[in-house]
């Protein structure tokens, strides 16, 4: 049996950012993945940073809103008509949590989550061995009618009430900013603390960091059950043999939950697919977009520009909707003026992503276990507060307490 100081379960930016803190800590470290290395939700999304995301999944308005787009299969939102008791559970404790003092609660918290991160990327792009395409420009919420409009609106004095930097922007001057984009919106708002970058280069950066550092990185290597005793996790039985550790960290995304279940610890997820298409183009804006009634990212990545949207609650299915991709190309020419894409020519991707019912990630300590750290259900914000997750786990496990005030991520918050 392989001894270590600290095993963590799932290699996806989360678990690599872990590792990278609690390496620079001291800590001897061993990653075990089921699969690839960071080739879940990690490589694919859109690669942004987004101190805008200070809302919640978990809002008013989202529940009518889902309901008029559930039997849709091409709308942002869906949801795959199925009778399943998970499904049933996580969507009422998610109605639960759609209402304005859970959002006003969390506001803060995801604010100064996204915040930490936009710092600890600086410190990263120093210190990692490949260059990830980092761009601190902001973030263009661009708006095609009325709703789009109030949404830009509502984004503006959001921020402000936060303190974050936005303001409302014509056509005409986002064509003057970035005359690349050929804005054919009528307006957006402008968010300046966003940023964005390449997330597969971000993660081969960190891989190449950990393996200089000797830390043991084993993929293929599935996790099939959490032994204890003495109110410890005393060995990790996996695909390859049983692991020992003093620390042993959960962030396995939505594979996450059905880990810790056998431990009488809940921590209710959903896996909400979203789909991208990447391909090689000298036609891109040069700042990132959100195009507000589509619901769609358009992300530069150096050479390559990269489309990404959808939430399908369809249970732990990778398979890719082909209605789904046509929906995210027919939206962005409503938008800017692109080339046209050959999906021939594109890499197209879906990735799973770990959503809690109350919009916020789970990450600390379990209460049953003393050892036993988790950091899941990140959502949509998995790639953006990716280091500061790491840090926190690092500094839970190395002292006991946190930089910040997490109290609202309690892994045991649905637990019994």
């Known amino acids: 049996m392989e001894q270590t100081d600290v095993v963590i379960v799932g290699s996806g930016a989360v678990g690599l ?14 990653i075990l993945e089921k699969g690839g290395i960071a080739d879940g939700c990690s490589s694919g999304n859109a690669g942004l940073i987004v101190p805008s995301h200070f809302v919640p999944l978990a809002a008013p308005g989202v529940i009518t809103q889902g309901l008029k787009w559930m039997f849709n299969p091409e709308s942002p939102f869906y949801i795959k008509p199925r009778f399943n008791s998970d499904l049933l559970s996580w969507l009422w404790k998610f109605s639960r949590s759609c209402n304005e003092a859970h ?3 969390s506001m803060p918290l995801l604010r100064n989550l996204n915040m930490a991160s936009r710092s ?22 661009l708006y095609l009618g009325d709703k789009g409009y109030r949404e830009c609106i509502e984004m503006v004095e959001g921020a402000r ?49 950990l ?46 939950e059905e880990l810790v279940k056998s431990l009488d610890i809940s921590i209710p997820m959903q896996a909400g697919k979203g789909y991208s298409v990447t391909y090689r183009t000298d036609v891109k804006p040069r700042y990132p977009l959100l195009l507000a009634e589509a619901k769609v ?75 036993l750290t988790i950091a899941a259900g990140h959502a949509m914000i998995g790639m953006s507060t990716a280091p500061i997750s790491g840090k926190l786990v690092s500094e839970i496990i190395n002292d006991g307490k946190t930089g910040m005030d997490i109290s609202m991520l309690a892994v045991d918050r649905y637990s019994r």
């Not at 600890?120 to 919420?141: A, I, Q, S, T, W």
Request: with cysteine; charged share 25%; hydrophobic share 40%.
């Open 211 to 256: 393996r200089q550092e000797g830390v043991v990185i084993l993929p293929d290597t599935e996790v099939t059950g959490l032994l204890t005793s003495n109110k410890r996790i005393a060995e990790v039985e996996t695909s390859r043999g049983n692991f020992s550790a003093d620390e042993v960290v959960v962030a396995g995304g939505v594979w996450s």
């Open 17 to 30: 950012c872990a590792a990278y803190y609690l390496k620079k800590s001291g800590c001897k470290v061993t």
């Open 103 to 105: 959002v006003q609660r």
């Open 297 to 371: 990212a358009v992300t530069p990545m150096g050479e390559n520009l990269r489309l990404a949207g959808t939430m399908e609650l369809a249970g732990n299915d990778l398979s890719i909707n082909r209605r789904r991709i046509r929906a995210i190309l027919r939206a962005v020419p409503q938008y800017i003026k692109n080339e046209p894409v050959m999906l021939e020519d594109a890499q197209i991707w879906a990735g799973l992503r770990p959503c809690s019912p109350d919009g916020l990630p789970y990450i600390g300590r379990s209460k049953k276990f003393f050892n």
């Open 161 to 209: 009430e936060v303190g974050l930097n936005a303001i409302m922007k014509t056509q005409e001057e986002i064509r003057t900013i970035d005359p690349a984009m050929n804005c054919l919106a009528k307006g957006g708002a402008f968010l300046e603390e966003d940023a964005h970058f390449t997330p597969a280069k971000f993660n081969q950066g960190l891989l190449e960091w």
């Open 120 to 141: 600890l990327f600086d410190e990263l792009e120093e210190v990692l061995p490949v260059n990830f395409d980092l761009e601190k420009l902001g973030l263009f919420l």
